[in-house]
């Protein structure tokens, strides 16, 4: 990463040759360190490194400059938490030490990283728009697939929306992204660079008992503390009740659309009835946007305990979805269907999908138009079964027939008490607010 390979560059110049005593420089470098308490842990993991085994001559370059990093935290805990992970790995008998080492190292470099560019400790996170983009578009995943969409050579469902809306190519998004005086896309961009090491944290190792109440810590502690304290709030009581984080990029959320997301992951939770699951993570990145995106889009990724959401609530415009409750939908779909999962299974999906699409797809789509779907999100819903019930979800459920709901419980497995959850309140305030430019 950018921040990484400077200051690394710094610690450990070009110009050693390679023949001095890497061991000795290393120590050396630990003795610059002015904080006791780092500068000691760091020098017990260099000579347990060495003890473990002398052709670690790579692992040892790292340890000075991970140092600094963490010499560099602003917060105590923080700081504490990482010194507690690396205490424990010199304890470590050799073998487990040799195994537990990368992985260990990773995490307390990406934490000490997360934190220090969340506090802007490390200036090149100020350089100038175009690096900031071309290190997003290499290291955020979701921002690389906005821009294939935007290329159109992506699957039907981008390609379709980008067909009618308008296409633009990279040159011209970047050109967009650099000259936006107007807008805050500069602000936005810099505050996704500033999340995106948390979010691969969170992601990487929230599943690891070891390392997620450092990580809790940690977004209680001094990630929520950047937004202002109604929003602050909001998260708080979100991470308390259902032991969600959201990492929301787009700066321009307002407080209404903080109440909209609380007041939806209530009524699911009250709807479940203790059925209901939750991600870890919801990361709302809304750097599209800004550019004049017209549609919203979501992903789920159940491996990884995460939804991602172009944005919140998109029914702004003539497109009327809801991003948050579909990927819920997949979210808890996907948990549920998870249980059923064998080879005969898949395969009667499969063709129950397609044979039951040929006979029904006129009543499907009369019944979704019913609930006030869009065409446009009607045409997606036949693309998938999963999809077909993501979508449906997003209408009005009390508009369905009972044999459209039957049909969906009993041959494609959406759990019914989906279907009960009624329209959340805030959707409509949130509408009417954005409808009026305020
Ligand atoms: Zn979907």
Not at 33 to 50: G, M, Q, Y
Not at 384 to 407: F, H, N, P, V, W
Request: net charge positive; aromatic share 12%; with cysteine.
């Amino acid at each position: 990463m950018l921040v990484n390979s400077i200051l690394r560059y710094k610690v450990i110049p070009h110009s050693i040759n390679k023949s001095l005593n890497i061991v000795e420089t290393v120590r050396k470098k630990l003795n610059l360190i002015n904080d006791a308490d780092v500068r000691e842990s760091f020098k017990n993991l260099c000579e347990k490194t060495v003890s473990v085994n002398l052709n670690v001559k790579d692992r040892l370059a790292d340890i000075p400059t991970v140092a600094q990093k963490v010499e560099m935290l602003e917060h105590p805990q923080t700081k504490k938490d990482i010194l507690s992970v690396i205490n424990k790995l010199c304890t470590e008998k050799n073998d487990k030490f040799n195994v537990l080492y990368a992985g260990k190292m990773q995490f307390v470099e990406g934490l000490a990283d997360s934190s220090n560019i969340l506090n802007e400790k490390y200036t090149n996170v100020k350089s100038n728009p175009v690096s900031y983009y071309r290190w997003l578009k290499r290291n955020n995943y979701w921002l690389a697939d906005v821009i294939e969409g935007r290329l159109a050579d992506c699957n039907h469902y981008r390609k379709h929306e980008y067909g009618r809306s308008k296409l633009i190519s990279y040159h011209q998004y970047l050109n967009l992204f650099v000259n936006a005086s107007n807008s805050n896309i500069k602000g936005t961009f810099e505050k996704s660079l500033r999340d995106e090491q948390f979010k691969k944290i969170a992601c990487c190792y929230y599943c690891n008992p070891e390392y997620a109440p450092i990580i809790d810590r940690f977004y209680n502690n001094e990630y929520i503390t950047k937004f202002g304290n109604n929003i602050r709030q909001i998260l708080s009581d979100i991470k308390n009740e259902y032991n969600i984080m959201v990492v929301p990029t787009n700066a321009s959320l307002c407080d209404t659309e903080y109440q909209y997301l609380k007041e939806e992951l209530r009524l699911w939770k009250e709807y479940g009835n203790r059925k209901a699951v939750f991600p870890s993570i919801i990361d709302i990145n809304a750097t599209d946007n800004i550019l004049g995106q017209t549609h919203s889009f979501g992903s789920t990724s159940y491996l990884y305990n995460r939804i991602r959401l172009s944005g919140l609530l998109f029914d702004y415009t003539d497109l009327k979805g809801d991003t948050l409750r579909h990927e819920l939908g997949h979210y808890n779909d996907i948990s549920y269907e998870n249980k059923y999962i064998n080879w005969f299974e898949k395969k009667f999906r499969y063709f129950s999908w397609h044979i039951n699409k040929f006979v029904y797809k006129y009543k499907w789509r009369k019944e979704m138009k019913n609930a006030g779907i869009s065409n446009f999100d009607i045409n997606y819903a036949l693309t998938a079964r999963q999809e077909l019930k993501a979508i449906s979800i997003e209408g009005d459920t009390s508009k369905y027939s009972e044999s459209y709901k039957k049909m969906l419980v009993k041959k494609f497995k959406l759990q019914d008490w989906i279907l009960n959850i009624p329209q959340n309140i805030y959707k409509v305030c949130v509408k009417s607010l954005i409808d009026t430019g305020n």
